[in-house]
């Protein structure tokens, strides 16, 4: 029996009426599928079983990615890559259509959901993610929490939160709750950020003095000029006052300079 790497954030799925839950979210027949981090393979094995037309996993842990190469080496259409996710270039190796799984290690889920917003062709070749967050983040992404990281996730994906996970569903038992969020594309970008990373810049700088008013920060990003291009905004007010599309404008202005 592998144990679990506390460095590697794994806390395994055990719960098989979860990983039901999980795939009744979509239709996996036919289709190519991405799995993030399948661990010892229970959501894998329930993927398997609704004939997928191709499986791609992505597995950091050696050991665990050569014991699922041996278990599914009957399979000609899986393929396991023994990489960290965030050193692959995702983009380049996905297939059309493709369907993104993934119960994200806690310490590095929000990087991983942002590599694929920062896809160089939008719509992108990926049709749905599916994946797992701390509730905690989850609620920062679909805007419960509103923020930087729901600012950025709005920019190119629609997300519903789907359902949560108790700590009794995963060995070894987190301490916090999970949740399922389902994200799909949008096909139809009306602001044309050039760089992901400025957004990403812009909204730290923004939210890192969350209570102070933006009229400060926006001077130090945006000329006069530009700043009156932005329809008479409210300079008192506060980084959560903003939507996401003011700053979206923003990063535009910022780029045009």
């Known amino acids: 029996m592998i144990l679990p790497?506390?460095?590697?954030?794994?806390?395994?799925?055990?719960?098989?009426?979860?990983?039901?839950?999980?795939?009744?979210?979509?239709?996996?027949?036919?289709?190519?599928?991405?799995?993030?981090?399948?661990?010892?393979?229970?959501?894998?094995?329930?993927?398997?079983k609704k004939k997928p037309k191709s499986l791609l996993m992505i597995e950091k842990d050696k050991i665990l990615a050569n014991q699922l190469k041996i278990k599914l080496k009957n399979f000609n259409n899986v393929k396991v890559i023994n990489k960290d996710i965030l050193d692959i270039k995702i983009e380049k190796i996905i297939k059309s259509k493709s369907v993104i799984l993934g119960n994200l290690p806690y310490n590095i889920s929000s990087k991983i959901l942002i590599n694929f917003i920062k896809f160089?062709?939008?719509?992108?070749?990926?049709?749905?993610?599916?994946?797992?967050?701390?509730?905690?983040?989850?609620?920062?992404?679909?805007?419960?929490?509103?923020?930087?990281l729901s600012i950025i996730t709005n920019y190119k994906l629609n997300c519903e939160k789907k359902f949560e996970v108790s700590p009794n569903c995963f060995y070894p038992r987190p301490k916090?709750?999970?949740?399922?969020?389902?994200?799909?594309?949008?096909?139809?970008?009306?602001?044309?950020?050039?760089?992901?990373?400025?957004?990403?810049?812009?909204?730290?700088?923004?939210?890192?003095?969350?209570?102070?008013?933006?009229?400060k920060n926006l001077h130090k990003v945006l000329s006069i000029d530009q700043i009156k291009k932005l329809k008479d905004l409210n300079l008192s007010l506060r980084p959560a006052d903003l939507k996401p599309e003011t700053y979206y404008k923003i990063v535009e202005l910022i780029e045009s300079k």
């Open 5 to 48: 790497k506390k460095s590697l954030g794994q806390n395994f799925l055990i719960d098989p009426n979860i990983t039901e839950k999980i795939l009744k979210i979509t239709n996996i027949e036919n289709k190519n599928i991405i799995e993030i981090g399948p661990g010892r393979g229970a959501l894998t094995e329930a993927i398997l």
């Open 120 to 148: 160089e062709k939008w719509p992108p070749k990926f049709s749905e993610i599916i994946f797992m967050f701390q509730k905690e983040v989850a609620e920062k992404i679909i805007g419960k929490s509103y923020g930087r």
């Open 176 to 215: 916090v709750i999970s949740s399922v969020i389902h994200f799909t594309p949008k096909k139809n970008v009306f602001f044309k950020i050039k760089n992901l990373e400025n957004l990403e810049k812009l909204t730290n700088i923004f939210f890192s003095k969350k209570r102070k008013m933006i009229k």
